[in-house]
């Protein structure tokens, strides 16, 4: 794939991915890019394959067939004399250290207070020290409201401030690219506000590479420069947010959002 308009290589590019579950083919020969600092939302029903294109760069799923490249660097692996051959695991953790997931279900650690929650893997693979990682999941609580909640557990926190905790336990990575997998689904309707304004306030305040997976069409709308209609393990259609909501091409596109808009 060539380089981007500016001549730096794409943050993500998949070529040729295919990923199979047993017989099943959740994406059919792959390819897209996505710009650094460009923020993209996948739309699409259920089963089309959406999460699995971020399980995959998180390296979370292995690939069936086909190459993904992290800012031109091949993810888990690379062509060589012809054939495919797959990186060494120590090469593979080394990509995906600046690359941060918000998931669903929040996966913060239930024995572990708010702070150490954020301070353990910046320590431990960024090589802070504590006094560091500690001075930096303060800033990071305070961006996402919850400065007053450093020693609570898990436990004792509501979805949405689980889901905020979440967000800044993976902003502390310094990462370049985030993933965020429905990250209001899990939540109570009154509490989804609240987790999107922080996202909205990253979008607008950083230009960390964002690949979003949403059901929340509004917040696609706000936060993305691009979004992608995704069915069957295909892109059916892409394009600027109000483009693909406003005047989508394909009928199915049509279906899907007469359908989650309703």
């Known amino acids: 794939m060539p380089p981007t308009e500016n001549g730096t290589a794409p943050a993500i590019e998949f070529r040729g991915v295919e990923k199979r579950f047993g017989d099943h083919t959740v994406l059919k020969g792959l390819d897209f890019t996505v710009s650094p600092g ?9 089963g089309s394959g959406k999460t699995t294109i971020l399980r995959l760069i ?17 993810l888990t692996h690379e062509e060589r004399g012809g054939k495919r051959v797959a990186l060494p695991g120590k090469q593979v953790r080394a990509n995906t250290k600046r690359i941060g997931m918000v998931f669903q279900h929040f996966n913060l650690f239930p024995n572990m207070t708010v702070i150490e929650n954020l301070v353990e893997a910046p320590i431990h693979v960024l090589g802070l020290s504590r006094a560091e990682a500690t001075e930096k999941a303060r800033g990071l609580l305070a961006k996402v409201g919850l400065s007053d909640k450093e020693t609570e557990h898990p436990s004792r926190l509501s979805g949405g401030q689980q889901q905020r905790v979440a967000i800044a ?9 985030l993933l965020l997998d429905e990250v209001t689904s899990a939540l109570d309707p009154e509490l989804v506000d609240d987790v999107l304004q922080v996202l909205r306030d990253i979008a607008r305040e950083t230009d960390i590479t964002m690949l979003i997976v949403t059901h929340e069409m509004q917040f696609a709308r706000d936060v993305s ?17 109000e483009d693909i909501f406003t005047h989508p091409t394909q009928e199915r596109t049509r279906k899907f959002l007469s359908a989650v808009l309703d």
């Open 38 to 46: 460009e923020r993209v939302t996948l739309i699409g029903p259920s």
């Open 58 to 74: 998180m390296t979370l799923e292995s690939l069936t067939d086909g190459y993904i490249f992290v800012h031109g660097d091949p």
């Open 169 to 177: 336990r993976a902003l502390a990575m310094d990462p370049d690219i």
């Open 225 to 241: 420069q691009r979004v992608m209609m995704f069915d069957g393990g295909v892109i059916l259609e892409e394009g600027h947010p």
